[in-house]
């Protein structure tokens, strides 16, 4: 069964904190996401990455980063934590540009 | 700028029919998407159009007509386990793909 893992649920920092947010995939594939999901807004791109160290700004990059050192691992940076980035983040894969495939999400609570 | 609609909400009768319709204005188009979320749970796909017309998959069909900018899904014999909330999502080349706002779909007894 395939499986995109995000390492944490729930996580609450402090604003001004860097925030790591991992996220592993099992399936061999090339592309990967990260999006962030709001009420009202759905979910919006922040980057992706289509190869190993490779890496895309998405529609809402500012004040995020990201790092693909190994394929099967892609984490999201946050610099500098602020209130406005409390959000469920969520984790995605892909083989095409068609069918991807989803972690369970990290709500992040910033405070 | 890109944007995709559809309804905030629907509400429908168990063993009922329900369409929830997506329209969509983007720079670049290779297919619509549909998924399915569940309170608390992971987006996972249910269909992709990349040609004018409809596909089916059990219960569930999903429409696209490009011309019109268009697509929509179709859930027959609506259950309760389909109370959940629908995305469209617009693959635009590029390895992106942008998502609509979401329907939240209430299905009762």
């Known amino acids: 069964d395939v499986k995109v893992t995000q390492s944490s649920r729930y996580l609450v920092k402090r604003t001004g904190e860097k925030v790591f947010l991992e996220c592993v995939q099992d399936?061999?594939?090339?592309?990967m996401f990260w999006y962030r999901q709001d009420p009202g807004l759905g979910l919006r791109l922040i980057y992706f990455?289509?190869?190993?160290?490779?890496?895309e700004k998405g529609d809402i990059p500012e004040g995020y980063s990201v790092s693909r050192e190994k394929k099967e691992r892609f984490s999201l940076i946050l610099e500098s934590a602020s209130t406005n980035q409390t959000s469920m983040y969520l984790c995605a894969s892909s083989l095409k540009n068609t069918e991807a495939f989803f972690g369970q999400g990290t709500r992040l609570t910033v405070v | 700028g890109q944007s995709l609609e559809q309804p905030s909400e629907v509400t429908a009768v168990e063993g009922a029919i329900v369409q929830i319709n997506c329209t969509y204005q983007?720079?670049?188009?290779?297919?619509l998407s549909w998924y399915q979320q569940h309170d608390g749970g992971a987006p996972t796909f249910l269909s992709y159009n990349a040609l004018d017309g409809l596909e089916e998959t059990g219960r569930f069909s999903s429409f696209l007509s490009r011309s019109d900018s268009y697509g929509y899904l179709l859930l027959q014999e609506l259950q309760m386990k389909d109370s959940a909330s629908y995305f469209c999502?617009?693959?635009?080349?590029?390895?992106?793909?942008?998502f609509g706002a979401g329907t939240r779909l209430f299905v009762k007894a």
């Open positions: 990455s289509y190869d190993v160290k490779m890496k």
């Open positions: 399936m061999d594939h090339e592309n």
């Open positions: 983007t720079s670049g188009f290779y297919g």
């Open positions: 999502a617009v693959s635009t080349g590029g390895f992106k793909t942008i």
